[in-house]
């Protein structure tokens, strides 16, 4: 069982910054691909991006290409989402998910295995 646990996430203006943080309870954190989704009130859960577990590759969506960038490392067993030039349609709740399968879909939520509780970011207009 792996555990996973967000924080920095918080309220902050638009075209503000914020850097959320993942850590992982596991021994064998390298051998995860990591990845962010977000979930915003009455919609679904969405891809944000993802990161290969030797931090080579890296994963994003459309809408958040350029203005965010993922990050792991291994050695601290955590990985980061550092969010810039936020938008108020950033706003949801932000969940740091572990993927064991190798070469899958990195964007598919229903493929991750494990999953952390959320955090909430509040970005206002």
């Known amino acids: 069982q792996v555990q996973l646990v967000e924080s920095g996430g918080g309220l902050v203006q638009a075209g503000g910054s914020l850097r959320l943080s993942c850590a992982a309870s596991t021994r064998t954190f390298s051998t995860y691909t990591m990845g962010w989704f977000r979930q915003a009130p009455g919609k679904e859960r969405k891809f944000v991006a993802a990161?290969?577990?030797?931090?080579?590759?890296?994963y994003y969506a459309e809408s958040v290409q350029g203005r965010f960038a993922m990050s792991r490392d291994n050695a601290k067993n955590t990985v980061y989402l550092q969010m810039s030039s936020l938008k108020p349609e950033d706003t949801a709740v932000y969940y740091c998910?572990?993927?064991?399968?190798?070469?899958?879909?990195?964007?598919?939520?229903?493929?991750?295995?494990?999953w952390g509780q959320g955090i909430q970011v509040t970005v206002s207009s």
């Open positions: 998910a572990a993927l064991s399968k190798y070469g899958t879909s990195v964007s598919t939520s229903t493929l991750y295995d494990y």
């Open positions: 990161i290969l577990r030797n931090g080579v590759g890296t």
